[in-house]
């Protein structure tokens, strides 16, 4: 599976976001997926999971309420919509895909680039 995240960018706190994820391959509705994001000087760090048909979803304590994950596995891509972002939000993020649920890096066997998300206060 190939990843290819975007829909980064610069904007100011309170504002939303909708980054998205394509995956190559045929086999994308058996992955889980999930974003990670990595703050500059900081480890990567969970974010939020969505099991392989969209039943189950997942999220860190800091963007419950203000972040939302979905899936099309039509168009083989998971988005991450981000709603009332703060300048902590600030990372490049990450997809990713496995075949388990998880919160820990360790989980998933694939990655995508990266997308940077700047929130200006």
């Known amino acids: 599976v190939q990843l290819q995240a975007s829909g980064g960018g610069l904007v100011q706190a309170g504002d939303s976001l909708r980054l998205s994820c394509a995956a190559s391959?045929?086999?994308?509705?058996?992955?889980?997926m999930a974003w990670f994001r990595q703050a500059p000087g900081k480890e990567r760090e969970f974010v939020s999971y969505?099991?392989?048909?969209?039943?189950?979803?997942f999220y860190t304590h800091s963007v419950k309420g203000r972040f939302t994950i979905s899936r099309d596995n039509a168009k083989n891509t998971v988005y991450l919509q981000m709603n009332s972002v703060e300048p902590e939000d600030t990372a490049v993020y990450y997809c990713?895909?496995?075949?388990?649920?998880?919160?820990?890096?360790?989980?998933?066997?694939?990655w995508g680039q990266g997308t940077l998300v700047t929130v200006s206060s």
């Open positions: 990713a895909a496995g075949l388990r649920v998880g919160v820990s890096r360790g989980t998933y066997d694939y």
């Open positions: 391959g045929r086999t994308f509705s058996r992955y889980v």
């Open positions: 969505i099991s392989s048909i969209g039943g189950s979803t």
